[in-house]
């Protein structure tokens, strides 16, 4: 048994990561400018193969501090993708996760293994080696799909902000334009947010309210339903 068992080649298991991030109206994505073959010098979604001794979670925490210098996002597993061509290497099988972070409460820097890393908004993405637009694009698919089930703008957004704020942050993700007054009404209905009771201030000839995201809320009594 043993040996029918060691005559099965095995092939490699990597993870990727797609970083997204929300800063002035614009969601963006974090890429990494690889040092080395393939694709040296070329665009690519950070990743890295798994150790005999770690589990899939402990590659996506060494991939951002290695190579992003960052740590604790909101992550979880998108899809596996395993094409027998997909990497010029060898057979890689790649989990991918996506991550969601507001570059105001984290700085990204290149780790050692990068020339450079750099948000590139969405639509505006370069080209990208292996199979990682593929990769890419179906996270940006459940970003679009999760926002409307899911708060994922605990992440997105400061502690507190306006409601403008959060609906610009719909918009974006969504490509679309939301009624305000349904989509006011659709939030607070929800209790997705609660009032804080202060107001933005700073602001020319308006200080609107402030919110935080509730989170007591359970996520199955979370859905908008905006029409997309």
């Known amino acids: 048994m043993a040996k029918q068992f060691s005559s099965y080649k095995n092939p490699s298991l990597a993870v990727d ?3 997204f991030g929300y800063h002035q109206q614009e969601l963006s994505v974090l890429l990494l400018n690889r040092k080395d073959e393939p694709f040296k010098n070329g665009w690519t979604l950070p990743g890295g193969f798994l150790q005999m001794e770690e589990t899939l979670l402990e590659v996506c925490t060494r991939i951002l501090k290695t190579k992003l210098g960052i740590d604790k996002l909101y992550l979880e597993q998108l899809y596996t993708f395993d094409e027998p061509g997909r990497d010029p290497r060898g057979r890689v099988i790649s989990v991918a996760y996506y991550a969601l972070i507001n570059p105001h409460r984290l700085a990204v820097v290149a780790g050692s293994m990068a020339n ?11 080209r990208l080696g292996f199979d990682h637009k593929r990769i890419f694009g179906q996270a940006l698919q459940r970003l679009k799909s999760k926002i409307l089930y899911h708060p994922v703008g605990f992440e997105l957004l400061d502690d507190t902000f306006t409601m403008t704020e959060l609906h610009e942050l719909y918009e974006t993700i969504l490509g679309i334009a939301i009624d305000r007054r349904n989509f006011r009404r659709k939030i607070l209905d929800s209790e997705y947010i609660v009032a804080t009771g202060t107001k933005r201030e700073g602001l020319k000839n308006r200080h609107p309210d402030l919110y935080r995201f509730n989170k007591h809320l359970k996520q199955n009594n979370f859905q908008l339903n905006i029409p997309s």
């Open 116 to 126: 450079d890393v750099q948000w590139f908004p969405v639509e505006k993405v370069p």
């Open 17 to 19: 990561l797609v970083v």
